[in-house]
Structures are given as structure tokens and as C-alpha cells.
């Protein structure tokens, strides 16, 4: 997969190949986080494998250890509870109606966020992320 990113500029409505600029990066291919990658360490690919059997064959998410319990997106067809804001996200993004160009003010305004440290171990992310939507962002 040659480029599987891709930037996305709102202000100006458009799409680039680069990561330098305004607009928000997205991963383009949806299957990527499926695949194991052929350029992958051998390291990265003895230590991922331990994790793979115990994750295929549990029956219920209790059955693994916290990390790796906290890492699981859905479990036999639902969302875990981790990531039930995600339907309630993807709802308000259809629901809102285009803005009218007309009506737009000249001058753009933005808010820049910056996290570091343990983002996702924390749940920092998870956080952050539910007071901005708190806020209307």
C-alpha cells in the first residue's frame, strides 16, 4: 500500500498526498489494521503472535488481561463499552446539515488541542475527546 494516508483540508475543501499543512490526517485504508505487514521486525511479528491466539480464542472479554481487554473495538458483535461513543459520533455527523456557504464568516477561526504522555493507557484520549464533543467541537 503506497500511500496510505492522506490530508484533508475542510477550510479549503480539498485533499493532499503530503502531511505538511492545515486539514486533519487520515488513515486511507480501512483494512490496515488487519494485515500483518511483510516489512514487519521479526521482533514486532514474535511478540504480536503471542497476543493473536489468546485474543482468537477467547469466549468472553474477562478472559484476558486488562491490556489486551482494553484494546478490543467489539466482542461477539457489539461495540465494547470502551467504544460505544461511536455510533452516538457517526449519528451527529449524519445528522448535521451542510452548512450554506453564504452564510460562513470571512475569517476562519480553529482551535489547536495538543495532548502527549499516555494518551490511550489512560484513556487521556477518551477523556479529551468527550469534553470537546461536551463543548460542541
Known amino acids: ?4 494516508f492522506f490530508r484533508y483540508d ?3 475543501n480539498s485533499c493532499h498526498d503530503d502531511m505538511e499543512g492545515n486539514g486533519v490526517i487520515c488513515l ?9 505487514s511483510k516489512e514487519a521486525s521479526q521482533h514486532f511479528g514474535d511478540i504480536l503472535s503471542k497476543f ?3 485474543l482468537a480464542s477467547a469466549k468472553e472479554l474477562l ?3 486488562s491490556h489486551l481487554r482494553k484494546a478490543c ?6 461495540l465494547t463499552s470502551l467504544y460505544e461513543y461511536i455510533p452516538r459520533m457517526r449519528k451527529t455527523i449524519i445528522e448535521l446539515p451542510p452548512a450554506p456557504t453564504n452564510l460562513l464568516p470571512d475569517k476562519k477561526y480553529n482551535s489547536l488541542v495538543s ?3 499516555h494518551l490511550f493507557d489512560k484513556f487521556l484520549i477518551n477523556e479529551a475527546l468527550d469534553i470537546i464533543e461536551t463543548a460542541g467541537g
Open 1 to 4: 500500500i503506497e500511500r496510505p
Open 10 to 12: 475542510p477550510c479549503t
Open 28 to 36: 486511507a485504508v480501512d483494512i490496515l489494521p488487519t494485515e500483518f
Open 52 to 54: 493473536v491466539a489468546r
Open 63 to 65: 478472559e484476558l488481561p
Open 73 to 78: 473495538i467489539a466482542h461477539a458483535g457489539r
Open 115 to 117: 495532548l502527549s504522555g
